[in-house]
C-alpha cells in the first residue's frame, strides 16, 4: 500500500436530538409497561436501542427509495455528466452508509485506463494521489477476482490487497493500532469493495463505484451489497444515459459546425466560386460534400467545355459577321451593277425601236421608188424628169442607206457593249456563286440567283452575238445596196440622155429595189425580235435586281443577326469569366 495505517481513534458522539429522542423512547417504554401509573420502572436499554434502530432503518428506507426515484429521474434530465455524477455519488453516499465513495471510468481518449472522476469524502491530497495514478484494465480484472465477489460486487480485505494487491494504489481512511482489534465482521481501513457499473445499452463494463469507512463500521452483508447494487444499476442508468446526451450533444455541435462550413463553401459556389473543395467537417456529411465535390468537377469541366466552345463560336460568329458584311457591300455593288446594266438595255431597247422605225420609213421609201420605177418604166417620155426623181430617190435612198449603215454600225456597238456587261454580269454571277459556297447554308439561295444570272448572262451573250451577225449581214447588203444606188446615180445622170437603156436601167432598179424591200423587210423584223427579246432581257434583268434587293435586304438582316450573336456570345463569355474555375 502507498499508505500507511496510523488513522486516530473515531469517537461516535450523539447529537442533543438523537438524545432526547431514545430519553423520549425510554418513558413511552416504561409506560407501556409499567401501566398509566406514572412511575418510572427501569427499561431494558437494549429494547429502546432497538426500537430506535427499528426507527432509523425504516427512516432509511425510505430515504434509500426517495434516493432510488430521484436517480430514475436523472435518466430523462438532460443534465451534463459531471452534474449527473455528482448527484450520483452524493445519493449513493447517503443512501448506502459509506462515508466514501469514488466513481471510476474507463478513459474516453484511451480505454486501457480507469480514471477517477467524482469524489466524496476524500481529502483533497487523496484526489492527486488518486488521479496521478489511474488504473488499468488489467488492474481492475485483478480486483474482479472471483475470490473477491460478493453478488455481483467484489470486496478485498485488507490482508488479501496488502498481500496481491498492493501495486494498487486506492484512498485508505487514516486508522490507528487500536482497529486492528476489530472482529472479523467490522471494516478495516484497508478494507475495499468495489461495485462494477454495466451500460445497460452496450452490456459492457464502462467503469465501477468504490465504496470505503461504513458508518457503522461494519463489513457489508449480502442484502446491504445487493442494496448498494440497486442504486449502482441506477447510477449506471443514469451515467450512460449522461453519457449518450453528452455524445449526441457534442454529435450535434459537430454536425452543427459541418453544416455551417458546408454553408459557408456552398455560399462561395452560389457567390461564383467554382473553386472551392467542400470541407466535411462531419461522417454524415460526408456523401454530401463528395457528391457536391463531384458535382462541381463536373460542372467545372462543363464550365470549361462552355468556355471553349463559347469562344470558338465568338470567333466563328466574328469571321462569319466579317464575311457577311463583304456578302452585303458585295450586293449592293451588283445591284448598282444590274442596274447599270438595266439602264443600258433600255437604251438598247429604245435604240432598237428607233431602228425598227428607220427601217419601216426606209421600206415605205423603197416602196415608192419601185412605184417611181414603174411610172418611169410607163412613162419614157417623162425620162428626164423621172431620172431625176431617180436620181433624188436614190440619193435620197443612199443617205437613208448610209444612215441604215451608221445605225447599223452603232447598233454593232451597242449589241457590242451588251457583250461586254454579259461577260461582266457573267463574271459578276461566278463571283457571287463563290461567295454563297463561302456561306455556306445561309448562302444557297443566293447560289441559285447567281445560277440563274449566270444562265441569263449567256443567253444575253448568245443573243448579242446573233444580233452582231445580223447587223454585219445587213452591213454588208446597205452597203452593196449604197454602192449599186451611187452607181445607178451616176448611170443615170451620164446616161440621162440614153432613153434606150431606160427601160433595162429601170428594171435593174425595179430589181434592187424589191431586194431592199426584202433586206428591209427582214431588217425591220429582226428589230422588231431584237427588240422583244431585248425587252425580256431587261424584265429578266429587273427581276434580277428585285432578287438582288431582296438578297441584300437577307443579308443585312443575316449581318444584323450575326452581330446580335456575337453580342451574346461575348456576354456568355463574360459571365462564364466571372466563374472562378481550378486550373
Known amino acids: 500500500m502507498s499508505k500507511t495505517f496510523n488513522r486516530p481513534v473515531r469517537l461516535r458522539i450523539r447529537s442533543s436530538a438523537l438524545a432526547s429522542q431514545i430519553e423520549q423512547k425510554r418513558k413511552e417504554q416504561r409506560r407501556s409497561l409499567n401501566g398509566n401509573d406514572g412511575s418510572d420502572a427501569p427499561i431494558s436499554e437494549k429494547m429502546v436501542e432497538r426500537d430506535i434502530a427499528t426507527s432509523m432503518t425504516s427512516a432509511r428506507e425510505q430515504r434509500q427509495v426517495k434516493e432510488l426515484l430521484r436517480l430514475t429521474s436523472l435518466m430523462s434530465a438532460g443534465l451534463e455528466l459531471d452534474e449527473v455524477l455528482q448527484q450520483v455519488v452524493a445519493s449513493i453516499a447517503s443512501c448506502t452508509g459509506f462515508r466514501i465513495a469514488v466513481i471510476n471510468l474507463v478513459d474516453s481518449t484511451n480505454h486501457e485506463r480507469i480514471l477517477p472522476v467524482t469524489f466524496i469524502g476524500v481529502s483533497e491530497e487523496d484526489k492527486t494521489l488518486l488521479r496521478a495514478n489511474p488504473l488499468t484494465k488489467a488492474q481492475m480484472y485483478r480486483l474482479m477476482h472471483p475470490q473477491f465477489r460478493i453478488s455481483q460486487s467484489y470486496f478485498i480485505q485488507h490482508q488479501q490487497f496488502e498481500r496481491e494487491l498492493a501495486d494498487i494504489v486506492t484512498a485508505i481512511p487514516m486508522h490507528s493500532a487500536l482497529d486492528e482489534q476489530r472482529g472479523n465482521k467490522k471494516w478495516h481501513p484497508g478494507d475495499s469493495l468495489f461495485v462494477p457499473l454495466t451500460s445497460p445499452r452496450e452490456q459492457q463494463l464502462f467503469g465501477f463505484l468504490s465504496l470505503d469507512d461504513p458508518e457503522d463500521g461494519n463489513i457489508p ?17 443514469a451515467i450512460d444515459n449522461a453519457r449518450v446526451f453528452q455524445e449526441r450533444e457534442r454529435e450535434r455541435i459537430a454536425l452543427e459546425q459541418g453544416l455551417m462550413a458546408l454553408r459557408e463553401d456552398i455560399e462561395q459556389i452560389r457567390n461564383g466560386n467554382f473553386n472551392v473543395h467542400v470541407r466535411s467537417l462531419h461522417p454524415q456529411l460526408k456523401p454530401i460534400s463528395e457528391s457536391v465535390n463531384e458535382n462541381l468537377a463536373s460542372m467545372r469541366s462543363i464550365i470549361g467545355d462552355m468556355w471553349t466552345v463559347t469562344q470558338a463560336v465568338n470567333e466563328h460568329m466574328w469571321g462569319v459577321q466579317h464575311n457577311s458584311a463583304m456578302l452585303v457591300r458585295d450586293t449592293g455593288q451588283q445591284e448598282q451593277l444590274i442596274r447599270r446594266v ?221 452581330s446580335h450573336l456575337a453580342e451574346l456570345s461575348n456576354s456568355l463569355r463574360t459571365r462564364i469569366g466571372r466563374l472562378h474555375l481550378g486550373e
Open 221 to 237: 452483508t449480502l442484502e446491504h451489497v445487493e442494496m448498494i447494487e440497486l442504486f449502482a444499476n441506477q447510477a449506471a442508468v
Open 342 to 562: 438595266s439602264n443600258v438595255f433600255e437604251t438598247i431597247v429604245a435604240m432598237m425601236q428607233q431602228v425598227s422605225m428607220n427601217a419601216t420609213n426606209l421600206l415605205a421609201l423603197t416602196v415608192d421608188a419601185s412605184e417611181v420605177t414603174h411610172i418611169g418604166q410607163a412613162s419614157v417620155d417623162r425620162v428626164v424628169d423621172g431620172m431625176s426623181k431617180v436620181r433624188e430617190t436614190t440619193m435620197q435612198t443612199g443617205r437613208s442607206i448610209k444612215r441604215l449603215t451608221e445605225n447599223g454600225q452603232e447598233m454593232n456597238n451597242m449589241v457590242s457593249g451588251i457583250g461586254e456587261m454579259s461577260a461582266r454580269l457573267h463574271l459578276i454571277s461566278l463571283n457571287a456563286a463563290i461567295e454563297a459556297a463561302r456561306a455556306g447554308e445561309q448562302g444557297q439561295g443566293f447560289a441559285v440567283v447567281a445560277q440563274e444570272l449566270r444562265g441569263l448572262a449567256l443567253t444575253c451573250t448568245e443573243m448579242s452575238r446573233k444580233v452582231i451577225n445580223h447587223i454585219r449581214t445587213v452591213q454588208q447588203e446597205t452597203g452593196l445596196a449604197s454602192q449599186q444606188i451611187e452607181q445607178n446615180t451616176q448611170n443615170a445622170i451620164v446616161q440621162t440622155e440614153l432613153t434606150a437603156q431606160t427601160s433595162v436601167a429601170l428594171d435593174a432598179i425595179h430589181k434592187v429595189t424589191e431586194e431592199m424591200a426584202y433586206l428591209i423587210q427582214h431588217t425591220s423584223t429582226t428589230a422588231n425580235y431584237q427588240v422583244e427579246g431585248t425587252g425580256h432581257v431587261s424584265q429578266a434583268v429587273q427581276e434580277m435586281l428585285q432578287m438582288t434587293s431582296e438578297v441584300k435586304t437577307l443579308m443585312q438582316e443575316t449581318n444584323d443577326s450575326m
